[in-house]
């Protein structure tokens, strides 16, 4: 059986909220992948034009300007060149808090990327989102970035709503309030 042509993301439900996981390992060394994360020229490559002020509270500005969408965040939690969370929304919506998490392999690095959403929002479009930035950012950090993979995103999230479908279908029903 052939790998899939897109990143495994683990769901995991809960009653308000709905959490996907990345893990991918990089060739690269630890600081070259947070700069990726980090950096406003790396990021420009991979994700959006944008700046990142590297403190709990500082601002996250991310404009993904064909999209019309405009990041507009806060750092929640950072740990340089270990750890960094802010949300993914635009302003007026719902928290998405997105966490980096990076470990050290030898003179590999293991990025972990978990992002949450409401439960009521398309879990599997907005993983396959990310799959597709993840392998925006895997050609950045090889020296030959890439445009939005629209494809691997097409694919990704036809597969992501079927197991997150697999999921809620298999997952224990509450009672009904008496």
Same mark, same amino acid.
Request: without cysteine; aromatic residues 8%.
């Given at each position: 059986?052939?790998?899939?042509?897109?990143?495994?993301?683990?769901?995991?439900?809960?009653?308000?909220?709905?959490?996907?996981?990345?893990?991918?390992?990089?060739?690269?060394?630890?600081?070259?992948?947070?700069?990726?994360?980090?950096?406003?020229?790396?990021?420009?490559?991979?994700?959006?034009?944008?700046? +990142?002020? !590297?403190? @709990?509270?500082?601002? @996250?500005?991310?404009?993904?300007?064909?999209?019309?969408?405009? +990041?507009?965040?806060? @750092?929640?939690?950072?740990?340089?060149?270990? !750890?960094?969370?802010?949300?993914?929304? +635009?302003?007026?919506?719902?928290?998405?808090?997105?966490?980096?998490?990076?470990?050290?392999?030898?003179?590999?690095?293991?990025?972990?990327?978990?992002?949450? +959403?409401?439960?009521?929002?398309?879990?599997?479009?907005?993983?396959?989102?990310?799959?597709?930035?993840?392998?925006? !950012?895997?050609?950045?950090?090889?020296?030959?970035?890439?445009?939005?993979?629209?494809?691997?995103?097409?694919?990704?999230?036809?597969?992501?709503?079927?197991?997150?479908?697999?999921?809620?279908?298999?997952?224990?029903?509450?009672?009904?309030?008496?």
């Amino acid at each position: 059986m052939s790998e899939p042509a897109y990143l495994t993301a683990r769901f995991t439900l809960q009653p308000e909220t709905t959490a996907t996981e990345f893990r991918l390992t990089f060739d690269n060394h630890l600081e070259e992948v947070w700069a990726a994360l980090t950096e406003p020229g790396w990021l420009a490559k991979w994700l959006a034009p944008g700046e +990142i002020d !590297l403190r @709990v509270g500082g601002t @996250v500005r991310l404009d993904f300007g064909e999209s019309g969408a405009t +990041i507009d965040s806060r @750092v929640t939690a950072l740990e340089p060149h270990r !750890l960094l969370e802010y949300s993914w929304s +635009i302003p007026g919506e719902p928290p998405r808090p997105l966490r980096w998490e990076l470990e050290p392999i030898g003179p590999t690095t293991r990025l972990t990327l978990r992002l949450t +959403i409401a439960a009521n929002e398309d879990a599997g479009r907005a993983a396959a989102g990310w799959a597709a930035h993840l392998e925006m !950012l895997q050609a950045a950090l090889l020296g030959a970035p890439v445009k939005f993979p629209f494809e691997v995103f097409r694919m990704a999230r036809d597969a992501y709503r079927e197991q997150v479908a697999d999921l809620r279908a298999k997952a224990p029903r509450a009672p009904a309030p008496a």
